[in-house]
């Protein structure tokens, strides 16, 4: 069966310092890899998708990039945060583009 | 632009009652929708999805409804129990050169009285 891991659960961080959240994905191949960002009592917000590896679409302007260095890891990054950027990250994977997709567990990100 | 939206942000039922959640969207290119739960501090899981194909899909407990004509979604939950307390949102996705990418609405807090 398949499952998605997200690492760290949790995590304060000062403004500028920099992050990097990890998403793993186990029993599949070639999924199509996903972050979102959720603010407190909102929706989720998607921020990069990837296809393939080395493969990235930034859907929204800031200051956060997503790389994939291997099938199934997916990197979320900043150089510097911002207040603006506390949240929780969400990965998530679907087996194409037309079907369900599959959540991490997440991770609280609170910059102060 | 696309939106989804709900129309109910709370929910409060006792438990045994059937809950019904409700959703609009507004791009009628949509083809294929998504119904998750999320409870606190966790990520969402997956519940029922449905294509524009179809007017109504039933899982265990769960039947999900659509109406193009309206462009209206709607999650009916029978028997409704504690353990069904969480945030419900609809997704939709509006297929072709979307990617895949899922539009979420705001999401209904869903309350389950013992």
């Known amino acids: 069966s398949q499952t998605i891991h997200q690492w760290p659960a949790t995590l304060v961080q000062p403004v500028g310092s920099p992050l990097s959240l990890e998403c793993t994905v186990e029993?599949?191949?070639?999924?199509?890899l996903y972050w979102y960002r959720q603010a407190a009592g909102r929706g989720l917000q998607l921020l990069f998708y990837?296809?393939?590896?080395?493969?990235i679409s930034s859907e929204v302007p800031q200051n956060l990039s997503a790389s994939r260095p291997q099938d199934r890891q997916f990197i979320l990054s900043s150089k510097k945060l911002l207040l603006s950027d506390s949240g929780f990250y969400l990965c998530?994977?679907?087996?194409?583009?037309?079907?369900?997709?599959?959540f991490g567990p997440g991770t609280r990100l609170t910059v102060l | 632009g696309e939106s989804v939206g709900l129309h109910l942000p709370t929910l409060s039922v006792q438990e045994g009652d059937n809950s019904i959640i409700n959703c609009a969207y507004s791009?009628?290119?949509?083809?294929?929708f998504i119904w998750y739960k999320q409870e606190s501090g966790k990520g969402p899981q997956f519940i029922i999805d449905?294509?524009?194909?179809?007017d109504k899909r039933q899982g265990q407990r769960v039947t999900v409804l659509l109406n193009k004509t309206v462009k209206h979604l709607s999650l009916q939950i029978a028997a409704t129990q504690p353990g069904d307390s969480a945030v419900y949102f609809c997704?939709?996705?509006?297929?072709?050169?979307?990617?895949?990418?899922?539009?979420f609405g705001q999401g209904t807090i869903l309350t389950v009285h013992p």
């Open positions: 998530a994977w679907s087996v194409g583009w037309d079907r369900e997709q599959f």
């Open positions: 029993g599949t191949s070639n999924p199509n």
């Open positions: 990837s296809v393939g590896i080395g493969q």
């Open positions: 791009n009628s290119a949509s083809d294929y």
């Open positions: 449905i294509r524009s194909n179809m």
């Open positions: 997704a939709e996705n509006a297929g072709g050169t979307s990617y895949g990418k899922l539009t």
